[in-house]
Each structure stands twice: as structure tokens, then as C-alpha cells.
């Protein structure tokens, strides 16, 4: 299994640009979320889906679109790039184990986004 | 705001000695998790406790949990240069969907040779 991956590892955008931010899973996992992370800030919530064709707002969506068609897929796209959402963007996948709520995540590498 | 609080912000040892790691999330939980990230890579689980355990071990880590005073604790026990990251604890809010964890700002563990 490849896990969770992201595609493109790295990009930079001029201010206004608009772009999707790959994440694919090939676990057969139901649940998907993005987070960005910033020096000191920890990891926020951007969106999340609880299958395909569920998604949901997380924290800090603004500015951020999503789409579930698949259980594999869960792109992320910046309609119209600011300096602020200069960040490291992270995918993740979970499962749910019947009977229990756990939910430990499995995250991919990231992508390092720079909006100039 | 942040559902968990992690102190130190930053924490150097040397090799050999013990490291701990403290979180204070705000709300009720269905269970805590703890991740590493080593520079310039994505989180990695570490361990997961439920709201009804108390304390958790998995190899050289141990984890405990007070529900009364919403904190938890991460031990990691004889510690090595490769421990070298940051750690963040996870809440996952009791009532929650699946995929929605709520992330501390992280500990930053430096150990040295």
C-alpha cells in the first residue's frame, strides 16, 4: 500500500492563482481531512469528509474548497491564493473500528505552499 | 482557539534521560492521541487512549489520561537521539464524526548524544 499521498510536494503561487492540491488514500478508508500547519500554531482543520459525497468545514475553511466523488480521492483547491495561505498543507485518512470511536489517522507528506 | 494546550513549547535532554510531555484540552473527549513529526515530514501515530483508561504503554512510551483535570501526559522513557521531533496530542471530541481531530500547538523534544 502506498498510504496517503499528496501531490505536488511543493508549489508557489503569485497572489489570486488558483490551484488544487492533490490526496489520494488506497486504504479504503471512509473519513479524509486537510489541515495546513504554521510555525506555532500546530495543525488546524480546514475540511473533512465522512465519505464520498460527504464533506464537511473544519476550523479554518475559508478560502478553501473540497470534493469527495470517491473514497480514494479528496482534493483540496484554493479558489484565489493570499499570502496567507503560505503553509504546509497536510492530507490525512482514518477508518472507524466497529464498536468503538477511534479514529487514529494516517497522514501523507505534505505540501509546502508558498503564495507570493 | 486551540482544544489542546502542550507544555514545554520546547524541551531539550541528554540521551539516556527520560522526557515528558504535557496536554490540557478544554472539552469532553472520546479518546486523546499522540503523533510524532519528525523536521520535514508528516505525523505519525504514536498512541491513542481512550477517556476511560487511565494510562497507556507502548514500548518505551507511556501515556496517561485525567479526564477530572483534561489533561494527559506523554512519557518517553530512556530516550534516544531518534526521538528527536515534535509531538502533538489529538482530542477527538466526544459526539464527534470520524477525521476531525483538534491538534495541540506541539513540544518540540531535542535530544542530544
Known amino acids: 500500500n502506498a498510504g496517503v499521498t499528496q501531490t505536488p510536494k511543493f508549489q508557489v503561487l503569485k497572489t489570486g492563482q488558483s490551484m488544487t492540491l492533490q490526496c489520494a488514500q488506497d486504504m479504503n478508508h471512509e473519513y479524509m481531512s486537510w489541515y495546513r500547519q504554521d510555525p506555532g500554531m500546530g495543525l488546524r482543520l480546514i475540511h473533512y469528509?465522512?465519505?464520498?459525497?460527504?464533506?464537511d468545514q473544519g476550523e479554518v475553511p475559508n478560502g478553501y474548497n473540497v470534493s469527495r466523488s470517491t473514497t480514494e480521492d479528496f482534493p483540496l483547491r484554493l479558489l484565489s491564493a493570499a499570502p496567507s495561505q503560505t503553509s504546509v498543507y497536510f492530507c490525512a485518512s482514518s477508518y472507524s473500528i466497529p464498536g468503538e470511536n477511534s479514529y487514529e489517522q494516517y497522514f501523507g507528506p505534505g505540501t509546502r505552499l508558498t503564495v507570493t | 482557539s486551540q482544544q489542546g494546550e502542550e507544555d514545554p513549547q520546547a524541551l531539550s535532554i541528554q540521551e539516556g534521560e527520560n522526557a515528558t510531555m504535557n496536554c490540557s484540552y478544554k472539552?469532553?473527549?472520546?479518546?486523546l492521541q499522540w503523533y510524532r513529526q519528525n523536521s520535514g515530514r508528516g505525523l505519525v501515530h504514536l498512541i491513542l487512549i481512550r477517556s476511560n483508561e487511565r494510562e497507556k504503554h507502548s514500548g518505551r512510551l507511556r501515556v496517561t489520561l485525567d479526564t477530572s483535570k483534561k489533561s494527559s501526559s506523554l512519557l518517553i522513557t530512556a530516550s534516544r537521539a531518534a526521538d528527536t521531533a515534535s509531538y502533538f496530542c489529538a482530542t477527538d471530541l466526544i459526539y464527534n464524526q470520524g477525521g476531525k481531530l483538534i491538534f495541540g500547538q506541539g513540544t518540540e523534544l531535542s535530544v542530544k548524544p
Open positions: 469528509s465522512v465519505g464520498a459525497g460527504i464533506t
Open positions: 472539552t469532553s473527549i472520546n479518546n
